[in-house]
């Protein structure tokens, strides 16, 4: 018991400043009101704002489902009216999530309507917007209102409470893990004969979804082969980049890059916005970790160290 409840205060234990939490906070509210706005200023066709490779009218030529095919088979369907109450109401709670206005109740109930808008169409269940709604969940659980929340004194809008210094640690680390998922699941689901062999990438660059001259100057120097091998490596490799202190700088650095050039290259809407927002919790500088048992200042040098 002595070793677990060690090991687990050198993972959870500790504290960390409130930034990384409110800069998360005001990034995926930014990205939630950018997609509704990108087209016209609060649409109300669900459709449009989902819009993707699953279903895309100017190739395929399908039309346009209505909100009756749920992801699970007991949710009802959706009509006309509720579909639109639900998207004012995504619009309205982003934008009290930027300005943080209760924010843990707020990004809780904004993940239950996008994650409910999402799972009543099935048609439309893309990987980007599970990974969006996700991370907003997530935002309930960490003290994402303790900076740039402007409204944070005002009665019944904010907490009222003065502003932490210090926040605990341990919801840091949950938002890691949560990017240690995702990269590995990512990087896992490519070791396979079809994907390492370029052929998917091939397929994609034929079918025009994946364009630029990058993609097109390394398949026709190196070939898909090793374009794909690399992607899967780097995918792998970030997990354990990010995980040592030592090397998170690098991991963060190639991180970045990573999602950067495959913005550049296929469409992958939100997804790598999110993904960078999320490396910014795996800065070093955000931490300082003396034990939790320790009663020593943590802003003392003998008690803090980096993370």
């Known amino acids: 018991m002595t070793t677990a409840r060690t090991w687990l205060e050198s993972l959870f234990g500790g504290w960390v400043q409130p930034w990384p939490f409110a800069l998360l906070r005001v990034g995926l509210a930014a990205l939630v009101l950018l997609r509704t706005t990108v087209v016209d200023w609060l649409p109300m066709d669900h459709h449009a704002w989902v819009g993707g490779l699953e279903y895309h009218p100017a190739t395929d030529a399908a039309e ?15 009509g006309p009216g509720l579909t639109a109450g639900l998207v004012w109401a995504r619009t309205g709670l982003a934008a009290l999530l930027l300005v943080g206005i209760r924010p843990r109740v707020v990004a809780a109930l904004l993940a239950l309507v996008g994650y409910g808008l999402m799972a009543a169409d099935r048609t439309r269940y893309l990987h980007h917007l599970h990974l969006l709604w996700l991370s907003v969940g997530l935002l309930a659980l960490t003290p994402c209102g303790e900076r740039l929340a402007p409204f944070r004194r005002v009665p019944f809008l904010g907490s009222g409470e003065p502003l932490a210094e210090w926040v605990p640690r341990w919801s840091l680390q949950v938002l890691r893990f949560h990017l240690l998922v995702v990269y590995t699941a990512a990087g896992v689901a490519k070791l396979d004969p079809r994907w390492l062999s370029g052929e998917t990438l091939l397929e994609l660059h034929r079918a025009e979804l994946l364009t630029g001259p990058l993609v097109a100057s390394v398949i026709e120097s190196l070939g898909a082969a090793t374009l794909a091998i690399a992607i899967a490596a780097t995918e792998l490799a970030l997990p354990l980049l990010l995980v040592f202190r030592r090397s998170r700088w690098i991991g963060i650095a190639i991180g970045v890059l990573f999602h950067l050039s495959v913005e550049t290259s296929i469409m992958v809407s939100t997804f790598g916005a999110t993904m960078i927002l999320l490396l910014l919790v795996f800065s070093p500088g955000w931490v300082k970790v003396p034990p939790m048992s320790d009663d020593t200042d943590i802003d003392s040098e003998p008690a803090a160290r980096a993370d």
Not at 73 to 78: D, G, I, R, S, V
């Open 64 to 78: 346009a489902p209505t909100l009756h095919s749920p992801l699970w088979p007991f949710l009802p369907p959706l």
